[in-house]
């Protein structure tokens, strides 16, 4: 393995968001979010679940479900009782063809009882990006925008690929 391959570390994140597209843009509080092996995403907006969805064998038979806004506070706060919720992340991310990276809850919200799920992020990916929260605790979870829920981890690639992320989901916004 050479120096350039596996976990990025903080300096080599800080020159990618110096980059030209910087890797994360929008975010909040820099030096809060630059963590050691990531930087930290933060919640923007937050939607409850209001049909079903539906995955099949091809892309033509994917049907996202219907969503409901969950707006917050005066304050920016929401009150979430256990169940599931569709958030967005605040940044936006550009990943570049050697990179790619998966988020990761922070461990504030699992000693909560709140989880964050996330898929993959293919190398060459674009957008503010979303992400399940499950709120396991019975007793609910209070939440805040901008609050950070979950870290990014980017994996530096042996080699760029030749043809980055291209789904339905390329420069998504929220």
């Not at 350039?4 to 030096?31: F, K, N």
Request: proline share 7%.
């Amino acid at each position: 393995m050479s120096e350039r391959d596996g976990v990025l570390m903080r300096e080599q994140l800080a020159a990618l968001l110096a980059a030209d597209p910087p890797l994360l843009r929008d975010l909040p509080a820099v030096e809060a979010q630059l963590q050691p092996h990531g930087i930290d995403l933060t919640v923007w907006s937050v939607a409850r679940f209001a049909s079903a969805g539906q995955v099949g064998e091809i892309d033509e038979e994917r049907r996202l479900p219907e969503l409901e806004v969950v707006e917050p506070d005066r304050d920016g706060w929401w009150e979430l009782e256990p169940g599931p919720y569709l958030v967005r992340f605040t940044e936006t991310v550009t990943l570049p063809p050697d990179c790619m990276a998966y988020a990761r809850p922070r461990s504030s919200l699992l000693r909560c009882g709140v989880a964050v799920h996330t898929a993959v992020w293919d190398a060459g990916y674009s957008g503010q990006g979303v992400a399940l929260l499950v709120v396991y605790n019975p007793k609910g979870f209070r939440l805040r925008r901008c609050a950070r829920i979950a870290q990014l981890v980017l994996h530096r690639l042996e080699r760029p690929v030749s043809e980055g992320y291209r789904g339905m989901y390329q420069g998504e916004r929220g």
